[in-house]
């Protein structure tokens, strides 16, 4: 643990200019850059608000508020999975030619997705302001909800790293895997909408837990429940603990399967 943690510190430059060129590389030859952080979430929230609100007429006060609360924890998760999965397949050639620490890699994924998300938080806010989000001290909470959503998809990212390796149709089941929790966690509609005898199967999705820690601060301004927050505290650290465990056995190995 101690070498693992290390590396890290020791090749913290490599670490940030991996996360520059991410991010420099994802908006290159756009017209609109940097600033698609903001358009592209914007744009989701708005199509979807307009079919939910309108269409499927969910009745959901402040409708595009209680969206944009569960979108920033979900486009964490699923953005850090989707690259995350698939972080050591992609710099196979660099680690290949010298040494750096894998880790490296998996980290960069999520800490890119992190600045993306909390970035286009801050924008889609002042919109939510506008449209009448409820200021509490309550959003003082934020930063904890965010750090402990990063150890949990940094832990999962980590074992998908290295399983991905091994099996490369998980690039493509994590796609279909995404797509159906989407629909299987209340995002775009509120839990009551379901059967109360159905609740029990959102009560074994963690990311409902992560999506109620981001909800009740934002759209009814106050703090999470503690049993709430008691789940995402374990299961954070869970995540994270079984993660870095699960690659610090296999790391070694992925370069004979690369």
């Known amino acids: 643990m ?66 944009f609360a569960a979108m ?31 880790q490296l ?10 600045i993306d998300s909390f970035l286009s938080t801050i924008c889609l806010f002042v919109i939510a302001l506008i449209i009448g989000a409820k200021i509490s001290i309550a959003l003082l909470f934020l930063p904890a909800a965010f750090l402990l959503l990063t150890m949990f998809v940094l832990g999962l990212a980590f074992i998908l790293s290295i399983v991905t390796v091994y099996f490369r149709d998980i690039q493509h089941l994590i796609v279909v895997f995404l797509q159906a929790m989407y629909f299987a966690t209340p995002i775009i509609y509120p839990i009551e ?7 029990f199967i959102f009560h074994w999705n963690p990311i409902y837990y992560f999506i109620e820690l981001f909800r009740a601060p934002i759209y009814l301004g106050e703090m999470p429940s503690i049993p709430t927050l008691i789940i995402c505290v374990v299961l954070a650290f869970v995540s994270l603990i079984c993660g870095v465990y699960f690659f610090m056995r296999n790391e070694a190995k992925v370069i004979f399967r690369l």
Do not use: C
């Open 105 to 114: 890699f998996v980290i960069s994924v999520v800490v890119t997705t992190l």
């Open 2 to 67: 101690n070498l693992f943690i290390n590396d890290i510190f020791k090749y913290r430059q490599v670490l940030r200019q991996l996360i520059h060129q991410q991010i420099t590389m994802r908006y290159r030859r756009t017209f609109f850059g940097f600033l698609w952080t903001l358009l592209n979430p914007l744009l989701n929230m708005t199509i979807i608000a307009v079919v939910f609100s309108f269409v499927m007429k969910f009745q959901v006060n402040d409708y595009a508020i209680f969206l």
């Open 193 to 199: 909408a379901i059967p109360s005898k159905l609740h």
């Open 72 to 102: 920033i924890p979900w486009t964490i998760f699923s953005n850090s999975m989707n690259f995350g999965s698939s972080s050591l397949i992609l710099n196979e050639s660099l680690f290949k030619k010298i040494y750096l620490p894998k």
